[in-house]
T-cell receptor
C-alpha cells in the first residue's frame, strides 16, 4: 500500500517555482523517496530520488526534512509542459523495483 | 539508446478471451516490472522479473501472469478477461542488479475489454 499523502491538486503560474509537498510519516530508515510524474496517460517519468540529504538535478530539487517525515519537490521555473500528475513514492532499499503509487498531485501550470 | 517499447499500443478484447502484452526493455536492463493503471485504483504493481525469474509479485489474481526471456524481453498474459481488466498496462525496466535503480517506463498498452 502507498505510504505517502499528497494534495490532490495544485496550481502554479508559469515561470514561478512549483513546490509539491509529500507526507511520509511512517518512512523507515532505509526507505528512499522517489518522485515521478505522468503526463496525460503516458508512462511515468523519473524526476529525482533521495534518502536523507537534499538532492538537485537538471529537472528539480528534492528537499527532505530532517526527521524524514515529509519532503518537497521543487520545480524552479514551471512551464506549461510541467502540467502532469506528480507521484511521491517511498521505496525500501531492497525492494527491487516494486513501487506503490498513491493518488499523486495534479499540477496545473497556468499562463 | 532506445527507450522501453510496448506492443501493441491499443487492444480491444471481449470478456473471456485472453491477451498477451509485450515489453522490450532498454538495452542492458535486466529487470522488467509491470503495472496496471485504472481511474479507480490508480497505478498498481503487478510483478517484476529479473533474469527470467519472478522476483516480486503484487496482489493480483492468478489470471495475471508473466514471463521473461533470456534477452530480458517480457510478456504478461491475462486469461479469462473481465470488464474490470480494462486498463493501461505499463512496463518499466531498470538495471535491476543494484538497489534503487531508476525505473524507465514504456508508453503503455491500452486494453479495452468489451
Amino acid at each position: 500500500d502507498a505510504k505517502t499523502t499528497q494534495p490532490p491538486s495544485m496550481d502554479c503560474a508559469e515561470g514561478r517555482a512549483a513546490n509539491l509537498p509529500c507526507n511520509h510519516s511512517t518512512i523507515s530508515g532505509n526507505e528512499y523517496v522517489y518522485w515521478y510524474r505522468q503526463i496525460h496517460s503516458q508512462g511515468p517519468q523519473y524526476i529525482i530520488h533521495g534518502l536523507k540529504n537534499n538532492e538537485t538535478n537538471e529537472m528539480a530539487s528534492l528537499i527532505i526534512t530532517e526527521d524524514r517525515k515529509s519532503s518537497t519537490l521543487i520545480l524552479p521555473h514551471a512551464t506549461l509542459r510541467d502540467t502532469a500528475v506528480y507521484y511521491c513514492i517511498v521505496s525500501l532499499e531492497y525492494n527491487f523495483n516494486k513501487f506503490y503509487f498513491g493518488s499523486g498531485t495534479k499540477l496545473n501550470v497556468k499562463p | 539508446k532506445a527507450g522501453v517499447t510496448q506492443t501493441p499500443r491499443y487492444l480491444i478484447k471481449t470478456r473471456g478471451q485472453q491477451v498477451t502484452l509485450s515489453c522490450s526493455p532498454i538495452s542492458g536492463h535486466r529487470s522488467v516490472s509491470w503495472y496496471q493503471q485504472t481511474p479507480g485504483q490508480g497505478l498498481q504493481f503487478l510483478f517484476e522479473y529479473f533474469s527470467e525469474t519472478q522476483r516480486n509479485k503484487g496482489n493480483f489474481p492468478g489470471r495475471f501472469s508473466g514471463r521473461q526471456f533470456s534477452n530480458s524481453r517480457s510478456e504478461m498474459n491475462v486469461s479469462t478477461l473481465e470488464l474490470g481488466d480494462s486498463a493501461l498496462y505499463l512496463c518499466a525496466s531498470s538495471l535491476g542488479w543494484t538497489t534503487n535503480n531508476e525505473q524507465f517506463f514504456g508508453p503503455g498498452t491500452r486494453l479495452t475489454v468489451l
